[in-house]
T-cell receptor, first 114, second 117 residues
């Protein structure tokens, strides 16, 4: 099992540029979660999908952030335009919904916006 | 509403001595509880989980945790610390989404474990 795959692992960009983070969930999992981790705020849930449908995006900070899940094996998190305060580690996690749900995390994308 | 309180932001132990990382939770429902570990510059790895079966849960790398409903606690322990245990540990409680589909995790603020020779 390859686990949750995220790309890129590191991204450095300049303020105002568009950033796209990618995630491939574990095969067979039908829920996908995007988290952001910062020193100040810890781990925050941004958005999650169930069966490719966004269920709760209340954690998305503002309209500059958007997420899509066009199919069961791929999701993107886009920031446009990026700002220095978006610098963080972004994690993707997936799970198979059921009675006992364990979320499996990807290695994260470390984003630095200059 | 659900919440998790990790009582210590930093814990330092000597190699070979016991580890205790404390976690208290609050939940309006019967909770599922998890401990995740994060090594530097790595993702989060599941250590163990409690989902209403046995109250003493054994996880990977010799860790275990006991669910105590009367104390609303889920402390993580290990009899003998190893240098490789140095990492950040997160206690997590789930709350089921009211719209259905997927449990939302509520994370504690983390406990940084330092293991000294």
């Amino acid at each position: 099992d390859a686990g949750v795959i995220q790309s890129p692992r590191h991204e450095v960009t300049e303020m105002g540029q568009e950033v796209t983070l990618r995630c491939k969930p574990i095969s067979g999992h039908n829920s996908l979660f995007w988290y952001r981790q910062t020193m100040m705020r810890g781990l925050e849930l941004l958005i999650y999908f169930n069966n490719n449908v966004p269920i709760d995006d209340s954690g998305m900070p503002e309209d500059r952030f958007s997420a899509k899940m066009p199919n069961a094996s791929f999701s993107t998190l886009k920031i446009q335009p990026s700002e220095p305060r978006d610098s963080a580690v972004y994690f993707c996690a997936s799970t198979k919904t059921g009675r006992e749900e364990t979320q499996y995390f990807g290695p994260g994308t470390r984003l630095l916006v200059l | 509403a659900q919440s998790v309180t990790q009582l210590d932001s930093h814990v330092s132990v000597s190699e070979g001595t016991p580890v205790l990382l404390r976690c208290n939770y609050s939940s309006s429902y019967s909770p599922s509880l998890f401990w995740y570990v994060q090594h530097p510059n790595k993702g989060l790895q599941l250590l163990l989980k409690y989902t209403s079966a046995a109250t003493l849960v054994k996880g990977i790398n010799g860790f275990e945790a006991e669910f105590k409903k009367s104390e609303t606690s889920f402390h993580l322990t290990k009899p003998s610390a190893h240098m490789s245990d140095a990492a950040e540990y997160f206690c997590v409680v789930t709350r089921r989404s009211v719209t259905g589909g997927g449990n939302k995790l509520t994370f504690g603020t983390g406990t940084q474990l330092k293991v000294e020779l």
